[in-house]
Antibody, heavy 118, light 107 residues
Framework: EVQLVESGGGLAQPGRSLRLSCTAS????????MSWVRQAPGKGLEWLGF??????????EYAASVKGTFTISRDDSKSIAYLQMNSLKTEDTAMYYC?????????WGQGTLVTVSS | DIQMTQSPSSLSASVGDRVTITCRAS??????LAWLQQKPGKAPKSLIY???SLQSGVPSKFSGSGSGTDFTLTISSLQPEDFATYYC?????????FGQGTRLEIK
């Protein structure tokens, strides 16, 4: 059974950093791109970006809103995708979901909540 | 970036009704269109990909159509568990973008 479990969320102060993890199981992690999508409270879904498989160079694509401040990486040996979030702002407060694929995939994690507040 | 516009933004319907949600892309996206369902406090669930293909396990009461810029999601014989928010999503090009969502409520 495919499972994606996000972790690492919590309360962070503006300007600080946070790293989220998406731990995968039930499939060959290295064979799939992995992506992150967020949802601010009461708002719609926002695609953040994704990382390709290492066979496809492990390259990344990002939304303009997070490019330069958020970084997606992966550790295929641990079956984990990461979202490094730097210079956090209050508007980054959201539920963060990982998705198997480039964001259009079938499988989603349950999400991890990030609250940015002083 | 490709903008996705859904209509209506909210919709009231009764159990047993058939409803249609539309999604328009700001430029042609072929059939690179997905529909997702989200219930309060839950992760999105993928219903349809490639505009009209049902994901495994999704009941046939859900159907999608369209190509290019105009797409529809139809839900027949509404049941209580179908009342949720529905999003369209284009994955023709990056950045992937979503519609603003359609909230389907019980009348």
């Amino acid at each position: 059974e495919v499972q994606l479990v996000e972790s690492g969320g919590g309360l962070a102060q503006p300007g600080r950093s946070l790293r989220l993890s998406c731990t995968a199981s039930g499939f060959i992690f290295g064979d799939y791109a992995m992506s992150w999508v967020r949802q601010a409270p009461g708002k719609g879904l926002e695609w953040l970006g994704f990382i390709r498989t290492m066979a496809n160079g492990g390259t990344t694509e990002y939304a303009a809103s997070v490019k330069g401040t958020f970084t997606i990486s992966r550790d295929d040996s641990k079956s984990i995708a990461y979202l490094q979030m730097n210079s956090l702002k209050t508007e980054d407060t959201a539920m963060y979901y990982c998705n198997r694929g480039d964001g259009s995939g079938l499988y989603w994690g349950q999400g991890t909540l990030v609250t940015v507040s002083s | 970036d490709i903008q996705m516009t859904q209509s209506p933004s909210s919709l009231s319907a009764s159990v047993g009704d058939r409803v249609t949600i539309t999604c328009r892309a700001s430029q042609g996206i072929g059939n690179y269109l997905a529909w997702l369902q989200q219930k309060p406090g839950k992760a999105p669930k993928s219903l349809i990909y490639a505009a009209s293909s049902l994901q495994s396990g999704v009941p046939s009461k859900f159907s999608g159509s369209g190509s290019g810029t105009d797409f529809t999601l139809t839900i027949s014989s509404l049941q209580p568990e179908d009342f949720a928010t529905y999003y369209c999503q284009q994955y023709n090009s990056y950045p992937i973008t979503f519609g603003q969502g359609t909230r389907l409520e019980i009348k």
